[in-house]
């Protein structure tokens, strides 16, 4: 078990380097911005890119999804899950309790109408830009 210590603390001693190195590289850019824009746009469009497809995913039988079909369809079910109210939370919706969690009778439950009630009370006005939120 100390081992697996000692790995832990160099994977995260490697992950700080790179933020750190990271880090200066956009401050160098943002510094260099007038002379080297090509640089910049390269920097910040490589940083756009998103992923196209999507990995494999298990449904809920744990058999392996391949087709795009298929995992849009298990997708599209999940998120519609998430997002439909229902009277009890499956396993996976309940946080794990680890001391400053909530425990499995008292998970916190946000209801429609508190939801209307703050977003009624939000101020409306336009922004600095012209245009409402």
Known sequence: ?????????????????VRKAEAQLELDLAWDVKDNKKGFYKYIGDKRKTREN???????????????MEK???????????FTS????????????RGKGWSKQ????????????????????MGPDGMHP
């Open 1 to 17: 078990m100390s081992n697996l210590g000692g790995i832990q603390n160099i994977v995260q001693a490697y992950r700080d380097e």
């Open 54 to 68: 999507v990995g494999p995913l298990l449904n809920e039988m744990g058999d392996l999804v391949t087709l795009n």
């Open 72 to 82: 849009a369809e298990l997708l599209n079910a999940f998120f519609a899950s998430v």
């Open 86 to 97: 229902k009277t009890e939370l499956q396993e996976s919706q309940v946080p794990e309790n």
């Open 106 to 125: 008292v998970v916190p439950l946000v209801e429609e109408d508190q939801v209307r009630g703050y977003l009624s009370k939000l101020d409306k006005s």
